[in-house]
Structure formats: C-alpha cells, structure tokens
C-alpha cells in the first residue's frame, strides 16, 4: 500500500523470517557462525537461544540456505507432539516412508538412513525450533538420537533454537546427561542504538529504497527505545509508521509519528535501555558526597588557616573534580557508559579499583612518544607498534585519561605508551592469530576512516601496513580469531550478506 508512496519496490518490514531480509550485526554474524562451524566441525549438539523477535528463526533459514548438496536437514518446529509423532515429523522430513505406527519402526528406519547417507559422504542435520516446548520424554528422546553413531563420529547433528526458558530446562538436574553433550551454545542478544539504525536502513535499501532517509534521526531513536532492539518489534513499528505515514500524506517518519504508532500497538519504552540502574545512581551519589564533602572542608580550612590549603588536600581535590566532571560527560553521551563501582565484596575478593586517573599511569611501565604534526594516536601507535588495534587504543586511553578525542592532540604533546607491545593485550604473549581483510588503501587517513566506523558498530580492527609490489599500503582487518577456519566462515558470511564485497582470512603478523 505505501511503498509507492515511500519509493520502495517491496515492503521492506514483514514480520515474517525471510532471509533475504537477514541484517547480521555482529551477534547475528557470531551466532551463524556457530551454526555453519557445528555443521562442519560436525559438534553433534548445539544450542541457539533469545528472546522472542530477536531472529533465531531466520538465522536458521539462513542456515539452510546456505548447505550444500552433501548436507540435508529435517526442521521441526511443532514440538508440542507425542514422541511417536515426533519420530514421524522427522522422518516425514527426511523423505523416509514408515509403514505402521510404531515408534521401535520409526527408529530403526532412520537408523539405516543416516548409515546410508554416512556412507555417502553426507552430513544430516535435525533444526528443532522452539525447543522451550518439548516435555522431558522428548529431550530424552532427542538424546537417545545421538547414540545413533559409527566409532568415530555422530551419525546425526542436532541443533536446539529456542527462547531464555530453554537454556533453564537443560540445567535441570534431571537433563543432566543431555547438558553433558552439548558442545556449543550462544545467546542472541537485541541490538543495540547503532545497529537498530543500520538494521532499519539494510531493511530498506533491500527493498529497493532509493533514499534512506524515510526516518528521521529522532524517530529511529524513539523505535529503539519502543523496540528495546527486537527485530520483529521494529518491524512492526516501522510497517505500521509508514501506514500512518502514507495515511497523513507526511514526507518523514517523525518521532510524534512512531509515538502514535506505539499507543496504538500498546508498548511502552523500554526501560533497560533508557533508566538509570541502581549502580549508576549510587556512583553517582559517591561522587556527589565525596565532592561536596571536601569543597566544605576546603573553605573552612580555607577560612581558618588564613587561605593554607595543603598540598595533598589540593591533589585530592582535584582528582575528585576530574572523576565528578568525567562522569557527567560519559553519563552525557550515553547513560549506559558509567562505569560503575562495586559497593560490595565478597570475603577475599580484591578490593573494586576507581577509574584510572593521569597520575595512575605514571606508575605502570609506559614509554613517551612525542606527537609530530598532523598526528593522531593510531598514527603514533602504527609508528611505534607496527600496526593499530583496538588494544592499543584502549591502552593508550587508560594511561593518557586527559585525551578525550584520539584524533585531536596537539604538535609536541606527550603521549603515554605501554613498555611492551603484548602489554596491550588481556593475555600478554598470545594476541590474535588471524583477522578477515576487507580493504587496503594507499593512505593512511582513508584506512583510519574504516577502522574508526567498524569500531563505532563494534567491531575489533586492524591497521596493518604492507609492501605490495614495491608501494606501501595499509590493509584494514576485522575480528580476532585463533584459527583460521572459524575467520573462514565468517568471511564468507560477511561476503554472502552484501556488507562486504570482499573479505578474506588473513594471518596477523606476530608482534
């Protein structure tokens, strides 16, 4: 009805699980990733749990999409059945013809039939959806499936997608021995700001849209908030706002528009996203406490000792200043940045440490390096380190906390670094092994550019300069992987989704 209106070819917002539509954020990307390495690696048990709406059942048809002739797949997504129907369900799927009703029939038919397609050279695999709904003589019976095996592998590769509740089931003592055999297991999680945002836009441009501009920026903030970052509830509000839309004769999806869709739907925001957690608010009130307290004691101290302040009363003074105005400048930018402090510990565990302040860093070991112009601390930390991450950045920050933008310091400025390259990373001596290339640029500027956008949607970098054929060029990674057959699947994920043009495993060069 209003794509026309709009300037799309399709409708962009079905709530139905259509691949086409499928927008991988980072989780989305992780959690298909999981599902073609169990495919492969042929893990024999995995579980993919979320909330409702959040995608798991088009993660899934991407999965079938994307088998090959030697996979083949029964998806089950009526689980509210008897065992013996079940076992049918399967089988029906599978192509198997059972005559009679008996369950010992069943199993013995699809025991010959993964045999076979063993022997074969293939892989099956059974998709239970909505596995929350399974009673205990089904899990059991999904269990006796997987002793369906040779001596050196399984015969059948089982994947469980279901909502929170599943993941409370398989920690029933009594599933015990089905917990025991799972080997890999992922929650999918909303999305957050930015990859609403990305989301609603991919969903469009699919569509045909010619202009990406349909929503303005209030009103995407206003679906987040409504949404919470369920895909299917932004589906339903952005359809239903363009109905609204195309009914007003309105150019733009505006934030009053969305606000009436929502009273129309019955949402309400969703408070986790936007209210302030009682962590934030007792940091906040220590700050506050701690502040006042010593302003009063400066001015006394101030008023009888005849304008004497200590020294060390000044630093303490200060420091409190510094954290107090840090804090309202992260709570500014985003309410949910605070760090916060733990009020209580547990009898030996270490005591909670304050955020790093400049005089902090003094202590660690650190080398100076002095900024030239036109620097910014990925340059400085290519020169000195040889390549540019995300660990180096996040240890630039802490020991340079006065640095409120990486890309603006001045000619002559001190910059803080670590002694030691590997001191940059969580487990000193082992950083990444491989990365995915997306692009290489003859300038440096125009790599930074894509390393500070894929930090911005949460990605992990890198910078890595090259020799190619005699130039010197500057390649930009994606991801931190151990081997590289897990970056090989995301690669092709990456590429399959159309994000990327061109993604390709790469080792990282040791430091």
């Known amino acids: 009805m209003y794509e026309s209106y709009f300037g799309f070819k399709k409708k962009p917002f079905n709530i139905t699980p259509d691949p086409r539509f499928l927008y991988l954020s980072k989780k989305h990307r992780e959690a298909l990733a999981q599902l073609i390495c ?66 010992i029939g069943y199993l013995i038919k699809l025991h010959d039939f993964l045999i076979e397609s063993h022997n074969n050279g293939k892989t099956t695999i059974l998709i239970v959806d909505e596995a929350q709904t399974l009673d205990a003589s089904l899990f059991e019976e999904i269990r006796m499936l997987t002793n369906l095996e040779t001596s050196s592998q399984k015969l059948l590769q089982i994947f469980l997608a279901g909502q929170p509740e599943l993941n409370d089931l398989l920690d029933q ?28 836009q991919t969903r469009m441009r699919i569509a045909g849209a010619k202009h990406l501009n349909c929503f303005s920026k209030g009103s995407i903030q206003e679906i987040y908030g409504y949404s919470g970052g369920i895909p299917r509830l932004i589906n339903n509000i952005c359809d239903n706002s363009l109905l609204i839309g195309y009914a007003t004769d309105a150019p733009i999806i505006d934030e009053k528009i969305v606000r009436e869709c929502a009273s129309d739907l019955r949402l309400e925001k969703n408070h986790k996203a936007h209210k302030k957690t009682k962590g934030d608010i007792e940091v906040r009130s220590s700050f506050v406490i701690i502040f006042i307290g010593l302003l009063i004691a400066a001015i006394v101290l101030s008023f009888f000792g005849k304008l004497s302040v200590p020294q060390s009363f000044s630093k303490s003074f200060e420091t409190v200043q510094s954290l107090f105005q840090r804090s309202r400048r992260t709570e500014a930018k985003d309410p949910g940045l605070v760090k916060k402090w733990p009020i209580k510990t547990e009898k030996g565990a270490r005591d909670p440490q304050p955020p790093q302040t400049a005089g902090v860093a003094e202590n660690l070991a650190i080398r100076v390096a002095i900024a030239n112009q036109g620097d910014t601390v990925s340059q400085i930390i290519l020169r000195e380190f040889g390549r540019v991450d995300i660990h180096f950045l996040e240890a630039v920050k802490k020991l340079n906390p006065e640095i409120e933008d990486i ?105």
Not at 43 to 66: M, P, Q
Not at 68 to 97: M, P, W
Not at 177 to 184: A, N, S, Y
Not at 477 to 503: C, H, K, P, R
Request: proline share 5%.
């Open 173 to 200: 003592s009594e599933l015990w021995q089905l917990k025991q055999r799972i080997t890999t297991r992922y929650h999918l999680l909303p999305l957050d700001r930015q990859e609403t945002k990305e989301y609603i």
């Open 38 to 103: 169990g495919v492969r690696e042929k893990k024999g048990f995995v579980v993919l749990s979320g909330e409702v709406g959040t995608g798991k059942t088009t993660i899934l048809r991407s999965l079938l999409d994307r088998l090959d002739e030697n996979c083949q797949a029964a998806y089950i997504f009526n689980t509210r059945v008897s065992v013996v129907d079940f076992l049918k369900f399967v089988c029906h799927d599978f192509g198997l013809q059972v005559s009679g009703d008996s369950k």
């Open 407 to 511: 890309n603006q310091i001045v000619v002559g400025q001190e910059i803080k670094l670590p002694s030691d390259a590997r001191e940059a990373y969580k487990n000193p001596g082992a950083p990444p092994c491989f990365s995915i290339h997306l692009a290489s640029f003859k300038q440096f500027d125009n790599a930074n550019k894509l390393f500070n956008r894929l930090i911005e949607i949460g990605e992990k970098p890198t910078i890595i300069p090259a020799n190619i054929e005699g130039s010197a060029w500057y390649r930009v990674t994606v991801g931190e992987y151990e081997d590289s057959s897990e970056a090989s699947v995301n690669a092709e994920i990456l590429v399959q989704s159309g994000q990327f043009g061109y993604a390709k495993p790469l080792e990282i060069p040791d430091l």
